[in-house]
């Protein structure tokens, strides 16, 4: 059982990766809208985290004989997948509507449990799930067949399942006397990703000279390779290297509570600075959407407690501790 000093610093933790996660949004759009591919884009902020985090990589490397399917699974699923397609989302739909159809998450799962699993789930789960679709069809603005580029909102659907991966792998383990240290899986993570989008996005055909020309961030100018340093340094390393500890301090489920505003940070932030308003269906949709995130997670939590459940009990993706016999999680 982790202490309350521990469970004080875990929250600072996860506060900061949800911060410094719903910054990169807002960073790397001014980039996309300067030429540069979305995938060009991931492929700069993954492979500039990689090579920081390099030497703990090698001095590691024994992991990646230990806990292939970890390792594996956390690059391609948690780092290559969700910011790839979360990327290729908002160069289509605004930040906020990319941002808030990720953190269908939680409910996503509890719906794949529910109706393709046929296991029963708790009513505060389910009326997670309820709230998470509502909000989702005003986010979206079904009634109007769709507000929003369908494509784009298809990459942050898939930003979404990824992002299930990411709490699932992140607690992974950590119930276990041998259980990799975070940093490390982090590390080979970046790697791995690094390696898959190099291969994906073709670096070789970008066209460099952007990185030295201003990128317009709302009514301002701001040096490229700014926004490139803050999507690396505070975004991808800052932000895995806080957001994974902090899961492993407070339990997935609570972490998964606390990175729900990421959503809130990403949305504001692009309203701010990028000028992405967004209108009354969309604002009252996203608070419904957080919703229901918030009481799925809540849900799981309190069940774990009640079972008496620790931090390094499987969540399959940070809720379905709210199922009865939830089964161990597989790399």
């Known amino acids: 059982m982790h202490g309350s000093g521990g469970k004080t610093g875990g929250l600072g933790l996860a506060l900061l990766s949800a911060f410094a996660f719903g910054g990169s949004g807002v960073a790397a759009k001014p980039l996309i809208d300067l030429g540069l ?27 990646l004989r230990q806990r292939p399917g970890l390792v594996a699974g956390f690059g391609l699923l948690a780092i290559t997948g969700c910011q790839a397609l979360y990327f290729l989302a908002i160069a289509r739909v605004p930040v906020g509507v990319a941002i808030l159809v990720e953190f269908l998450g939680p409910a996503l799962l509890l719906g794949w449990i529910r109706f393709v699993q046929r296991r029963p789930v708790t009513r505060a789960a389910a009326l997670g799930v309820v709230l998470a679709t509502a909000g989702m069809t005003c986010v979206v603005e079904v009634w109007s067949g769709l507000a929003f580029d369908a494509l784009g909102l298809f990459y942050a659907f898939g930003a979404a399942c990824c992002q299930v991966a990411y709490f699932v792998l992140a607690d992974h383990g950590t119930g276990a006397s041998d259980a990799p240290e975070p940093v490390a899986v982090i590390a080979h993570g970046l790697v791995i990703g690094a390696l898959v989008l190099t291969a994906a996005a073709h670096p070789w055909t970008m066209d460099w000279s952007v990185v030295g020309h201003q990128a317009a961030l709302g009514d301002r100018d701001v040096p490229a390779v700014l926004l490139i340093g803050w999507i690396v340094l505070v975004s991808t390393v800052l932000a895995y290297l806080t957001g994974v500890i902090a899961v492993r301090t407070l339990s997935p489920q609570v972490a998964g509570v606390v990175a729900s505003l990421e959503a809130v940070v990403g949305t504001v932030l692009a309203w701010v600075l990028l000028a992405e308003h967004l209108g009354p269906a969309q604002v009252t949709g996203g608070a419904l959407v957080l919703a229901g995130a918030l009481v799925a997670q809540t849900a799981a939590a309190a069940a774990t407690g009640a079972s008496g459940g620790s931090g390094g009990a499987d969540t399959a993706a940070a809720v379905p501790d709210a199922l009865p016999q939830p089964e161990p999680s597989t790399s």
């Open 37 to 63: 591919d979305p995938l060009q884009v991931v492929w700069m902020r993954v492979a500039g985290a990689a090579l920081i985090l390099l030497p703990v990589a090698l001095r590691s490397r024994a992991l």
